[in-house]
């Protein structure tokens, strides 16, 4: 329904263009989020890098992802336009996919420079395109506009659950190379579908402000893309005064979003603490199904898509019936959500059992949990050696890679508590001569993790395959809490990341003026990149030193102290924009009143 103001003969619809952004913006968070969903376990398995490191690196990477922004929008705003930018901008992006899969640590730390890049020059660019789109093509229309990023911020959402489920079942059964080929090839396909409503977008002209001498007109020119550039001659009062405009907006806006950051910093640890948590301390059985840990984070998505159109829905009658729900109280109420989902976290985390440190043996057969010695130092293992008292793994070729940190060796055996002798042939376990569960606990296992006989049947030796040994921290499965703790945050968060991060991309748009809104919208999105930077980076480390409980309880009050702050910056927000909302309505009845005359 279109709003008094808009035009009679303006259409009620959404515009064609809606559709590429739509189904460009899917695939691309499809490849986006399907490949951090792996990353951190990636690291780990396969780059050797510890867990506390992983969820620094994880943390720098989301970091830079969501710098770029500043880059793209100045980019987009004074050279490319916002349409080259972005197809500019996504070639490395597919390109980078490619390579993140090598499982080499240079080429995927290059790679996921070039990715954080071109996701991160995208984000501002699509969203203020879309939305210069329903200026032109649907003017008046701000209710239809704000229902577009509604379900633009959905089809991110689709596409990220899609992903999120994928891709830890596509690693687990091919392994993470053919697994990064998913998001690889969803990126070119983003970048096609993109390309192709090219004439549906809202043109786009590139405005510079030249000081010149009274009465002198620069001529127009095009950028390098084409696009026209209208330069317009002002005084160096006039280029001042510009500039204040553009401070003043920051500084009216830039308090609001620094409070965002905390909110953020929560939200972006679902890539990391959140699953280092759920893999160790949680029963990720589903509906009677065993789930990988770092596939939970799906739910996130899944939840954005059953509450966001209920959220419009919500909206729109509110609206209607003359309630309409400020911006700072969406946020605010975010902010209370984001600290209860926090203190969920934390009771699970008490009511779970106690980390102990255990040796994982793995082999295609699947993965014994043994006791460990205190003592046991598995790079220190050579030759035909045993590791620890506790754990009688004895072999004559243990070769450790210090890359990875773990040991593997092709043909050994582990000795059981109760006598029975595990044999390791061609880097494979002997399933032939298996004892039954019942029997592997009473030798010493503690937790059996093998596959079934259908699963052991379709298994092929390979020459290269090898058994290895690694440390793990582990917690008896009868002392593991239901995953379902782990869902019911991931709902209360994610009503919160609809009530501030739909709120606040829009809102980056709205309070904008005309010449810089993506690079407003970049500072929108480089609020992510310091939330990333000065608090994920150093304070996940913290998750390694800390209970689980006590690290999700820390930031639970953190969010309590944010509510506090919030409330003054929110007034004072309120009152800038009704200022600026006086001004512009005062400026539209003067310019009426000289046409009149």
């Given at each position: 329904m279109p709003s008094a103001s808009a035009p009679p003969d303006v259409p009620t619809g959404h515009p064609p263009g809606f559709w590429f952004f739509f189904w460009g913006e899917f695939a691309e968070r499809c490849s986006y989020y399907?490949?951090?969903?792996?990353?951190?376990?990636?690291?780990?398995?396969?780059?050797?890098?510890?867990?506390?490191?992983?969820?620094?690196?994880?943390?720098?990477?989301?970091?830079?992802?969501?710098?770029?922004?500043?880059?793209?929008?100045?980019?987009?705003?004074?050279?490319?336009?916002?349409?080259?930018?972005?197809?500019?901008?996504?070639v490395p992006y597919v390109v980078a996919q490619f390579l993140v899969g090598m499982e080499d640590k240079y080429i995927v730390f290059m790679s996921l420079v070039l990715l954080a890049m071109g996701s991160g020059v995208i984000k501002p660019n699509i969203s203020t395109l879309m939305g210069l789109t329903?200026?032109?093509?649907?003017?008046?229309?701000?209710?239809?506009?704000?229902?577009?990023?509604?379900?633009?911020?959905?089809a991110i959402n689709i596409g990220a659950w899609l992903s999120q489920m994928a891709m830890p079942l596509l690693r687990n059964k091919y392994g993470?190379?053919?697994?990064?080929?998913?998001?690889?090839?969803?990126?070119?396909?983003?970048?096609?579908?993109?390309?192709?409503?090219?004439?549906?977008?809202?043109?786009?002209?590139?405005?510079?402000?030249?000081?010149?001498?009274?009465?002198?007109?620069?001529?127009?020119?095009r950028t390098i893309t084409g696009l026209p550039v209208v330069y317009k001659a002002v005084t160096p009062e006039e280029k001042q005064s510009d500039f204040k405009l553009k401070m003043e907006t920051l500084s009216r806006i830039g308090l609001l979003f620094l409070t965002v950051m905390f909110f953020w910093a929560i939200f972006d640890q679902s890539a990391s603490t959140w699953i280092f948590f759920a893999d160790t301390y949680m029963d990720c059985t589903l509906f009677g199904i065993p789930a990988p840990a770092d596939a939970i984070q799906s739910f996130n998505a899944l939840f954005?898509?059953?509450?966001?159109?209920?959220?419009?829905?919500?909206?729109?009658?509110?609206?209607?019936?003359?309630?309409?729900?400020?911006?700072?109280?969406?946020?605010?109420?975010?902010f209370i959500l984001t600290g209860l989902s926090m203190a969920i976290m934390s009771v699970a985390g008490s009511l779970a059992g106690a980390k102990q440190e255990m040796l994982k043996v793995t082999t295609a057969e699947?993965?014994?949990?043994?006791?460990?010695?205190?003592?046991?130092?598995?790079?220190?293992?050579?030759g035909t050696a045993k590791v620890g008292t506790d754990v009688p793994v004895s072999a004559t070729d243990f070769a450790f890679d210090e890359k990875k940190k773990k040991l593997s060796f092709t043909n050994g055996?582990?000795?059981?508590?109760?006598?029975?002798?595990?044999?390791?042939?061609?880097?494979?376990?002997?399933?032939?001569?298996?004892?039954?569960?019942?029997?592997?606990?009473?030798?010493?296992?503690?937790?059996?993790?093998?596959?079934?006989?259908?699963?052991?049947?379709?298994?092929?030796?390979?020459?290269?395959?090898?058994?290895?040994?690694e440390s793990i921290g582990w917690v008896k499965p009868e002392e593991r809490?239901?995953?379902?703790?782990?869902?019911?945050?991931?709902?209360?968060?994610?009503?919160?990341?609809?009530?501030?991060?739909?709120?606040?991309?829009?809102l980056a748009f709205v309070a904008a003026p005309k010449t810089m809104k993506s690079f407003v919208t970049g500072c929108w999105l480089a609020v992510v990149f310091l939330a990333n930077l000065l608090i994920n980076a150093p304070i996940t480390r913290l998750y390694q030193h800390l209970s689980p409980s006590a690290y999700f309880a820390m930031l639970g009050g953190a969010m309590?102290?944010?509510?506090?702050?919030?409330?003054?910056?929110a007034a004072q927000f309120n009152r800038a924009m009704l200022r600026m909302k006086e001004a512009e309505d005062a400026a539209k009845a003067a310019e009426g009143n000289t046409e009149a005359v």
């Amino acid at each position: 329904m279109p709003s008094a103001s808009a035009p009679p003969d303006v259409p009620t619809g959404h515009p064609p263009g809606f559709w590429f952004f739509f189904w460009g913006e899917f695939a691309e968070r499809c490849s986006y989020y399907g490949m951090r969903a792996i990353l951190a376990k990636y690291m780990i398995d396969k780059l050797g890098v510890a867990e506390g490191d992983a969820g620094t690196f994880m943390s720098l990477f989301i970091a830079a992802c969501y710098f770029f922004p500043l880059l793209g929008g100045y980019i987009a705003d004074n050279f490319l336009g916002k349409y080259w930018t972005i197809v500019g901008f996504s070639v490395p992006y597919v390109v980078a996919q490619f390579l993140v899969g090598m499982e080499d640590k240079y080429i995927v730390f290059m790679s996921l420079v070039l990715l954080a890049m071109g996701s991160g020059v995208i984000k501002p660019n699509i969203s203020t395109l879309m939305g210069l789109t329903y200026d032109q093509q649907r003017p008046g229309q701000d209710q239809l506009r704000t229902s577009a990023f509604s379900w633009f911020y959905m089809a991110i959402n689709i596409g990220a659950w899609l992903s999120q489920m994928a891709m830890p079942l596509l690693r687990n059964k091919y392994g993470y190379q053919v697994a990064f080929l998913f998001p690889a090839g969803l990126m070119a396909l983003a970048l096609v579908i993109f390309a192709l409503g090219k004439r549906f977008y809202g043109k786009e002209r590139i405005e510079r402000k030249v000081v010149t001498a009274p009465g002198t007109q620069p001529p127009d020119g095009r950028t390098i893309t084409g696009l026209p550039v209208v330069y317009k001659a002002v005084t160096p009062e006039e280029k001042q005064s510009d500039f204040k405009l553009k401070m003043e907006t920051l500084s009216r806006i830039g308090l609001l979003f620094l409070t965002v950051m905390f909110f953020w910093a929560i939200f972006d640890q679902s890539a990391s603490t959140w699953i280092f948590f759920a893999d160790t301390y949680m029963d990720c059985t589903l509906f009677g199904i065993p789930a990988p840990a770092d596939a939970i984070q799906s739910f996130n998505a899944l939840f954005i898509i059953i509450l966001v159109p209920i959220s419009v829905f919500l909206f729109k009658s509110l609206d209607r019936a003359g309630m309409r729900v400020k911006a700072t109280q969406k946020l605010a109420l975010g902010f209370i959500l984001t600290g209860l989902s926090m203190a969920i976290m934390s009771v699970a985390g008490s009511l779970a059992g106690a980390k102990q440190e255990m040796l994982k043996v793995t082999t295609a057969e699947g993965v014994l949990v043994l006791p460990k010695a205190d003592a046991s130092d598995l790079s220190k293992v050579s030759g035909t050696a045993k590791v620890g008292t506790d754990v009688p793994v004895s072999a004559t070729d243990f070769a450790f890679d210090e890359k990875k940190k773990k040991l593997s060796f092709t043909n050994g055996t582990i000795a059981l508590k109760n006598g029975q002798v595990l044999t390791v042939s061609s880097g494979h376990l002997v399933t032939t001569a298996l004892p039954d569960a019942a029997g592997l606990t009473a030798g010493g296992v503690a937790e059996p993790l093998l596959k079934s006989g259908e699963e052991l049947n379709s298994i092929k030796p390979d020459s290269k395959d090898r058994a290895t040994l690694e440390s793990i921290g582990w917690v008896k499965p009868e002392e593991r809490v239901t995953v379902w703790w782990q869902v019911f945050a991931y709902l209360i968060i994610t009503v919160a990341e609809i009530l501030i991060s739909v709120t606040g991309l829009e809102l980056a748009f709205v309070a904008a003026p005309k010449t810089m809104k993506s690079f407003v919208t970049g500072c929108w999105l480089a609020v992510v990149f310091l939330a990333n930077l000065l608090i994920n980076a150093p304070i996940t480390r913290l998750y390694q030193h800390l209970s689980p409980s006590a690290y999700f309880a820390m930031l639970g009050g953190a969010m309590v102290v944010v509510v506090v702050v919030f409330i003054p910056i929110a007034a004072q927000f309120n009152r800038a924009m009704l200022r600026m909302k006086e001004a512009e309505d005062a400026a539209k009845a003067a310019e009426g009143n000289t046409e009149a005359v």
